[in-house]
Structures are given as structure tokens and as C-alpha cells.
T-cell receptor, first 112, second 115 residues
Framework: DQQVKQNSPSLSVQEGRISILNCDYT??????FLWYKKYPAEGPTFLIS?????DKNEDGRFTVFLNKSAKHLSLHIVPSQPGDSAVYFC???????????FGKGTLLTVNP | NAGVMQNPRHLVRRRGQEARLRCSPM?????VYWYRQLPEEGLKFMVY????????ESGMPKERFSAEFPKEGPSILRIQQVVRGDSAAYFC?????????????FGPGTRLTVL
């Protein structure tokens, strides 16, 4: 059972435009959400997070939005840069405070 | 200021052999987590260890898999009698404290291929 779902395996965006990556979850116990970025042959790197008591968190070009009623979150990257090309994983934490549950990832390609 | 180190980066084993994956956490970190990524899947939690203790092994397969984090040396994930379905990327993460949320730092992974 996939508790964290990223339904778009890939996304292609032009440099300078906005990238929007989506994530849905089913477990109501999740109360903290994270986005990780992963380059080939490397481990995931933490990007940005949001607590369930918030609906938006911003860090530079990256903004995460959380819609608890829809059990949906999204990552906005603006403006997108070629260096942003990577796999982006959505992850969630629930009743434990350490066990990350990951989605399958979305491959973002930013074209120059 | 080395990050989380894993070795080997690539490991090839034949069915029935043993695989040993090593993880050295970041300096000062005493909490280690192992995750497995099967092809076309997200990372899945396997086990959480502190020095000399297994805290949560709820994600570990019941047979053939074991993990340890001794007082001295790296954490070891051991897979006995490997099968083709064990082929995956195995990632280790470490944290300074147990309440970690975004503070889990991941290593580059070990890619295990079972022939």
C-alpha cells in the first residue's frame, strides 16, 4: 500500500519557468512532510519541509504548499534552473519521529 | 567534514552468497537508519539503530537480514543467502539526535546486484 504517492514519474520544464511537483498521501497520522532531491549515484539531500500546522513554507526559490483536507502537497521551484534537474522525493513522518515514508519520486528535467 | 560514508558503492553477489554493507555515520552522529530502494520504487525504511542497540527493525525482512551498530566501527547491514529480489540500492542515513525529522543525512548508497 503506497501511503505517499507521486503520480508523475517525470516532468520537463523550460529554464526560468515554474516547476510544480505534486504529492498525495493517505495516512492521516502523517504530521511532517519533506522534499528530498537526488542526483544519480548520490544519496537523497534534504531540500525543504513543512509541518502539518502550516500550509506554506518558503526557502529561496523553493516553496512547499500543504492542503491537509485534500491530503496533498506540492513543491514549487521558481525560477527553475538546469541544475535543478534531479529526482525529487516527497516523504512523510507520522507516529514515529524518524521513520521516513517516501514516494516513488519525480524526475525533473529543466531544459536550457 | 566528511558526510555519511558507505562502502562498497557497488556490490555483486551470486545467489546464495552473503552481502555485507557498511555505513560510517557523520562525525558525532550516533543514530543510524537503513533504507532500501527497489527498482522504480521509493526508499523504504528498514531499521533504526543506536550504538549497540536496535531501536526499530520493523522494516526488516524477517529472514536473512540483520543489522548492527557496534560500539566501535561502522554499522553493518548483512544479507545472508542473497536472492535476485535483494538487488536494490541500500541507503544509510545518520542523525545527531533520535528526534530527527529533517536532520537525517544520507550516504551515497550501495548498489547490490545479485546474479
Amino acid at each position: 500500500d503506497q501511503q505517499v504517492k507521486q503520480n508523475s514519474p517525470s516532468l520537463s520544464v523550460q529554464e526560468g519557468r515554474i516547476s510544480i511537483l505534486n504529492c498525495d498521501y493517505t495516512n492521516s497520522m502523517f504530521d511532517y512532510f519533506l522534499w528530498y532531491k537526488k542526483y544519480p549515484a548520490e544519496g537523497p539531500t534534504f531540500l525543504i519541509s513543512i509541518s502539518s500546522i502550516k500550509d506554506k513554507n518558503e526557502d529561496g526559490r523553493f516553496t512547499v504548499f500543504l492542503n491537509k483536507s485534500a491530503k496533498h502537497l506540492s513543491l514549487h521551484i521558481v525560477p527553475s534552473q538546469p541544475g535543478d534537474s534531479a529526482v525529487y522525493f516527497c516523504a512523510a513522518i507520522g507516529d514515529s519521529n524518524y521513520k521516513l515514508t517516501f514516494g516513488k519520486g519525480t524526475l525533473l528535467t529543466v531544459n536550457p | 567534514n566528511a558526510g555519511v560514508m558507505q562502502n562498497p558503492r557497488h556490490l555483486v553477489r551470486r545467489r546464495g552468497q552473503e552481502a555485507r554493507l557498511r555505513c560510517s555515520p557523520m562525525k558525532g552522529h550516533s543514530h543510524v537508519y537503513w533504507y532500501r530502494q527497489l527498482p522504480e520504487e521509493g526508499l523504504k525504511f528498514m531499521v533504526y539503530l543506536q550504538k549497540e542497540n536496535i531501536i526499530d527493525e520493523s522494516g526488516m525482512p524477517k529472514e536473512r537480514f540483520s543489522a548492527e551498530f557496534p560500539k566501535e566501527g561502522p554499522s553493518i547491514l548483512r544479507i545472508q543467502q542473497v536472492v535476485r529480489g535483494d538487488s536494490a540500492a541500500y541507503f544509510c542515513a545518520s542523525s545527531l539526535q533520535g528526534v530527527s525529522y529533517n536532520e537525517q543525512f544520507f550516504g551515497p548508497g550501495t548498489r547490490l546486484t545479485v546474479l
